[in-house]
């Protein structure tokens, strides 16, 4: 279990390189490092999105090019920190980028070249359910990682978050925007399977509490949002907020998963087959694990997260790290 440290160990000078730092969670856990006043790398493939994604805030992180795949890319993007985290995603194989060689391999790589370089704290962003023993490949991996991370770097922090929501996430704003435009909503197998949608920004808040030094130890910590939904309940309740009905229809997971294989040949896969496993078990953080509260966070609910996507519609905005 996680532990406080003293205040005076923090150092506001401290370099934080946040892999994955242009993504969805990556770019947030960015910004709420530079409001702590760390000094931080945002690395990835494509650097030159760093000014895009960032453009609206006054402190920019360095913009850093490396891939994970690629060991010396890492090895110059984390010489001289004193923080790394790894929120790189994979969520549709292609080529050599496999989950075993994402989320296993690469991660692995990175906590031992963070610890060969006597790195202070290695943070891994992987997810609730992540099984070693799973019949999922992506499941199986990111248990597979965590445990691979742990071994390469004692002390490491794992951090799964539930699914995550913000104004610009893929998870409530493809169900806000499905419910308007569908007569009949298909459900995965029968609505049953229980989440527990956290806001985005509160997992970085509390990414950015565990590096600023309030925890320290070997802890697995699990973030959910407030409310725990089946999916047939979270979907009726997006419609009352969205002041309109929703007619559900039960579609079989083998269906979805069919559907799923076609739908990853496409460039953007508006779907995935992991998609389809992670919807198979329920998506709710353990009692017993240490999660948000812990790190003094009061998680916010989907409604404001709603408010935001219609906003976002209404205005046709592109996405910010809020
Ligand atoms: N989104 C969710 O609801 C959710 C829920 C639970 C857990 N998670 C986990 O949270 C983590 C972050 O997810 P996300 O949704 O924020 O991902 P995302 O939006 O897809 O962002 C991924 C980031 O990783 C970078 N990246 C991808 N491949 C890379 C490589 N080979 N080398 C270096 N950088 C690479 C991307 O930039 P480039 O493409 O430019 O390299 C981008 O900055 C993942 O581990 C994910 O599984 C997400």
């Known amino acids: 279990m996680a532990r406080q440290m003293d205040p005076d160990d923090l150092n506001p000078e401290r370099i934080v390189t946040v892999f994955g730092g242009t993504g969805f969670l990556g770019r947030r856990i960015v910004k709420r490092l530079l409001e702590r006043g760390f000094t931080v790398r945002a690395a990835s493939r494509h650097p030159a999105r760093v000014a895009l994604v960032f453009s609206s805030i006054t402190r920019m992180p360095e913009a850093v090019e490396a891939d994970i795949l690629d060991a010396s890319s890492i090895g110059s993007a984390i010489t001289g920190s004193q923080a790394v985290v790894n929120a790189v995603s994979l969520y549709v194989e292609q080529g050599v980028q496999t989950f075993e060689r994402v989320h296993v391999k690469a991660?692995?790589?990175?906590?031992?070249?963070?610890?060969?370089?006597?790195?202070?704290?290695?943070?891994?962003?992987?997810?609730?359910?992540?099984?070693p023993q799973s019949d999922s490949n992506y499941i199986r991996a990111r248990g597979r990682g965590e445990g691979a991370v742990e071994s390469a770097f004692p002390g490491a922090f794992i951090v799964r978050p539930a699914?995550?929501?913000?104004?610009?996430?893929?998870?409530?704003?493809?169900?806000v925007r499905m419910i308007r435009l569908l007569p009949v909503y298909p459900l995965f197998g029968d609505g049953g399977t229980r989440l527990q949608p956290v806001y985005v920004a509160d997992v970085a808040e509390a990414v950015s509490r565990l590096i600023d030094g309030r925890t320290q130890g070997s802890s697995i910590f699990e973030f959910g949002g407030p409310r725990i939904y089946t999916y047939k309940e979270l979907l009726r309740e997006i419609a009352r907020q969205l002041d309109t009905h929703v007619k559900l229809m039960p579609v079989p997971f083998a269906v979805w998963n069919a559907l799923a294989g076609v739908a990853e040949l496409l460039p953007a896969a508006p779907i995935t087959r992991n998609q389809i496993d992670l919807m198979r078990q329920d998506n709710v953080a353990a009692i017993d694990a240490p999660g948000l509260?812990?790190?003094?966070?009061e998680p916010r609910d989907i409604d404001e997260v709603i408010r935001a996507i219609e906003q976002r519609r209404r205005v046709g905005s592109l996405s910010s790290p809020a």
């Open 107 to 131: 991660a692995a790589d990175l906590a031992a070249a963070s610890r060969d370089r006597a790195i202070d704290q290695f943070v891994q962003i992987s997810g609730i359910g992540s099984d």
């Open 163 to 175: 699914v995550m929501t913000g104004p610009d996430d893929a998870f409530l704003t493809t169900i």
């Open 293 to 297: 509260k812990e790190l003094d966070i």
